[in-house]
């Protein structure tokens, strides 16, 4: 038997690794004595794993991770004892028995919002803001340069953008990017201020904003969230 659940990455806890987080939620596990199913094999280790993980530095209210256990626990209880011991920033905010596929092949889209500062109004004071993203959604090619591995050396090479991006969207004072997840790749968070650099008039840099990923979804568009 599965749980999923939904948790939150915020704070000083952005900057925690991937691998450190997993050993966070195993010695939670363990210190709460969950009955916890372990892999076979020479190096047995705990079955759990959480869903694309996040880049370094970029906080989050939607992170979803799945558990595999030998026996039941009341979900509320699991709650109540995890967020005891886990460290401010990081919460478990809900949970539920799933028995479907893998986590990871749920995941059809991704969606980041970047929060704009008063940097970045200082820097485009006299730029019409919603038509220059609209030129973005306007363009068949969004050509970008990535490194890429080809046999066992790494190349840079020419891709479209557009393959992976679904759109952005404007709203009160975010932008929020729609992001396809696919057999082929994605996008990183940061190809966005390249994106957009490129492409508009407007000026943008890490320092401009503040960066959060909204949540994973089911779907391409972005409207069937991952934990319903």
Do not use: W
């Amino acid at each position: 038997m599965k749980i999923l659940c939904k948790f939150t990455k915020l704070g000083y806890l952005k900057f925690i690794s991937h691998l450190d987080l997993v050993d966070l939620f195993q010695r939670t596990l363990f210190q709460n004595k969950i009955d916890v199913k372990f892999s076979e094999g020479f190096n047995p280790h705990p079955r759990m794993s959480i869903a694309y993980p996040l880049p370094l530095g970029i906080e989050s209210k939607s992170e979803y991770m799945e558990i595999y256990l030998n026996s039941k626990i009341d979900l509320d209880e699991f709650i109540k004892i995890m967020n005891e011991k886990l460290p401010s920033g990081i919460k478990i905010l809900e949970a539920k028995y799933d028995d479907d596929e893998s986590i990871s092949n749920k995941v059809k889209s991704v969606v980041y919002a970047y929060k704009l500062l008063r940097t970045f109004y200082e820097k485009n004071a006299d730029i019409d803001i919603a038509s220059e993203i609209d030129k973005i959604n306007a363009m068949d090619v969004l050509e970008i340069e990535r490194r890429r591995k080809k046999g066992k050396k790494k190349i840079f090479v020419k891709e479209n953008a557009k393959d992976y991006l679904n759109k952005l969207v404007l709203k009160d004072d975010v932008i929020y990017a729609y992001i396809k997840m696919s057999e082929k790749g994605s996008l990183k968070p940061a190809l966005i201020f390249d994106i957009i650099t490129d492409y508009t008039e407007l000026q943008m840099d890490e320092l401009d904003i503040d960066l959060e990923r909204v949540a994973l979804y089911q779907d391409e568009e972005g409207e069937k969230e991952l934990f319903i």
